[in-house]
Structure formats: structure tokens, C-alpha cells
Nanobody
Framework: VQLQASGGGLVQAGGSLRLSCAASGRTISTADMGWFRQAPGKEREFVAAIRWSRGTRYQDSVKGRFAISKDNAKNTVYLQMNTLKPEDTAVYYC????????????????????WGQGTQVTVSS
């Protein structure tokens, strides 16, 4: 399984970016997928997840600003990020689970089996 994340960049506060995560070797239509981020000197944290059923979950700090979606035909997951803030600056990683996750673990880093290489998002003030 390989995940290729893209779409990061430098944007001013209040701007938008859309991240993409293209999967190969795993059909995302039957998978739970997540986005995590890691800022310098901090632990990798949960951002958003989309279930195989298209149910979604978000970290409280991004609710109303970020939207996760997927295109099963393209085997790709997206993270639309709006109203970006400097505190959103981090390397963003996509991840996929080998099997369907229980609800209580959807935001848990250890629940995911495969990870992309990360894409840098920098928000200037």
C-alpha cells in the first residue's frame, strides 16, 4: 500500500489549500482513512477522518474550517482547508487502516497501518 500526499504550500492566514492523498494497493471504498499533522516539536495529532461509509470526524480546532472527502473512482482522499491560521502550520500526513476501525479508534494514530510521506503546509500571519 502506498499513499502519495500532495497539495501543501505556503499561504497567508485566511487562505485555503486542498490536500490530496492518492492511494495504491488498497481500495479506499472499503477503508477508513485519516489526516494527521505534526508541527515542529510537537506530537503528530489527528485532524480528520473519513469512514468507508463516508462518515466523518474532525478535531475540534478544525471543525467548520476543514472538510474531508473522497473520490472512490480516483482512489483519492481530499482535505479542503479554509480560513487557515498560523497554528495550522505543520506537515500533514494521510493514513489508511488495513481493516475497518471501531469508532473509538478513528482518531488514534496507532490504529492506522499505512502512511504517506507528508506534505508541508505553512500559514503566514
Amino acid at each position: 500500500v502506498q499513499l502519495q500526499a500532495s497539495g501543501g504550500g505556503l499561504v497567508q492566514a485566511g487562505g485555503s489549500l486542498r490536500l490530496s492523498c492518492a492511494a495504491s494497493g488498497r481500495t479506499i471504498s472499503t477503508a477508513d482513512m485519516g489526516w494527521f499533522r505534526q508541527a515542529p516539536g510537537k506530537e503528530r495529532e489527528f485532524v480528520a477522518a473519513i469512514r468507508w461509509s463516508r462518515g466523518t470526524r474532525y478535531q475540534d480546532s478544525v471543525k467548520g474550517r476543514f472538510a474531508i472527502s473522497k473520490d472512490n473512482a480516483k482512489n483519492t482522499v481530499y482535505l479542503q482547508m479554509n480560513t487557515l491560521k498560523p497554528e495550522d502550520t505543520a506537515v500533514y500526513y494521510c493514513a489508511v487502516s488495513r481493516s475497518r476501525l471501531i469508532s473509538s479508534s478513528i482518531a488514534t494514530r496507532a490504529a492506522y497501518d499505512y502512511w504517506g510521506q507528508g506534505t508541508q503546509v505553512t500559514v503566514s500571519s
